[in-house]
C-alpha cells in the first residue's frame, strides 16, 4: 500500500500529558499538511510543510501544538499538556505539487485521539 | 472568506434509489472542487474532483457538474448501494492556495 499511512490509530490519554503522532506521506510528495476534525464536522486545516519547511500554521495551532517534519518525509504532530478539548480525529495529508498541477491532497486514516 | 455550504444530513434512501447531495460554495476565482468519502473509523478518501466551469467528475457511479453560475457542485449517483452509506464531504481548494476548505459532511444511510 503506498498510500498516506499514520500511527497510531487511536491514541487514549490522561490530561497534561504529552502525545506525539506520525505522518508517513505517499513517497513522491513534496507537500504535507495536518488537520483536525472534530465529531459532526469536516476538517479543519492547521499547518503544512513544503518538504521540511513549514510554511503556515493556522490560528487553531495554539502554542501546545508542534509540527516537524525533519528530512521532508514523515512528519510529527506533538500536543503538550493535552486538554480534554484537544480530543479528536487528526488526519495527515500530502500532495505533489508542480506547475500546471492541481494539488490533490490525499489524505491518511487519521489518529483519533481522547482526552481523559 | 472562502466556504462550503453543503445539505445537512443525514440522507436515508433505500438501495437503488437516487441520491443529491447539494454543494454551493463562496470563493474568488477559480478554486478546483471536489468530493470526499468517509466510511465509518477511517480518514477521507477522495471520490471525484474538478477543476474548472463545466467540468463533471466521476468515480464509481457518482458524478458531479462544475457550475460556475450557481458556484454549486451537486453529488449525484443514479442507483446507490448499501455499501455507499458514508460521510460525505464537499471541498474547496483556491486557485493557487494551500489548504482545502470542507463543508461540515453529509451522512448518508443507504438500507437494504
Known amino acids: 500500500d503506498t498510500g498516506v499511512s499514520q500511527d497510531p490509530r487511536h491514541k487514549i490519554t490522561k490530561r497534561g500529558q504529552n502525545v506525539t503522532f506520525r505522518c508517513d506521506p505517499i513517497s513522491e510528495h513534496n507537500r504535507l499538511y495536518w488537520y483536525r476534525q472534530t465529531l459532526g464536522q469536516g476538517p479543519e486545516f492547521l499547518t503544512y510543510?513544503?518538504?521540511?519547511?513549514?510554511?503556515?500554521k493556522s490560528r487553531l495551532l495554539s502554542d501546545r501544538f508542534s509540527a516537524e517534519r525533519p528530512k521532508g518525509s514523515f512528519s510529527t504532530l506533538e500536543i503538550q499538556r493535552t486538554e480534554q478539548g484537544d480530543s479528536a480525529m487528526y488526519l495527515c495529508?500530502?500532495?505533489?505539487?508542480?506547475?500546471?498541477?492541481?494539488?490533490?491532497?490525499?489524505f491518511g486514516p487519521g489518529t483519533r485521539l481522547t482526552v481523559l | 472568506g472562502n466556504s462550503v455550504t453543503q445539505m445537512e444530513g443525514p440522507v436515508t434512501l433505500s438501495e437503488e434509489a437516487f441520491l443529491t447531495i447539494n454543494c454551493t460554495y463562496t470563493?474568488?476565482?477559480?478554486?478546483?472542487l471536489f468530493w470526499y468519502v468517509q466510511y465509518p473509523g477511517e480518514g477521507l478518501q477522495l471520490l471525484l474532483k474538478?477543476?474548472?466551469?463545466?467540468d463533471k467528475g466521476s468515480n464509481k457511479g457518482f458524478e458531479a457538474t462544475y457550475r460556475k453560475e450557481t458556484t454549486s457542485f451537486h453529488l449525484e449517483k443514479g442507483s446507490v448501494q448499501v455499501s455507499d452509506s458514508a460521510v460525505y464531504f464537499c471541498a474547496l481548494k483556491s486557485d493557487g492556495g494551500f489548504k482545502t476548505i470542507f463543508g461540515a459532511g453529509t451522512r448518508l444511510f443507504v438500507k437494504a
Open positions: 510543510f513544503q518538504n521540511e519547511a513549514q510554511l503556515e
Open positions: 495529508a500530502s500532495s505533489l505539487v508542480s506547475a500546471g498541477s492541481v494539488n490533490t491532497q490525499y
Open positions: 474538478a477543476t474548472k466551469a463545466d
Open positions: 470563493a474568488t476565482g477559480y478554486p478546483s
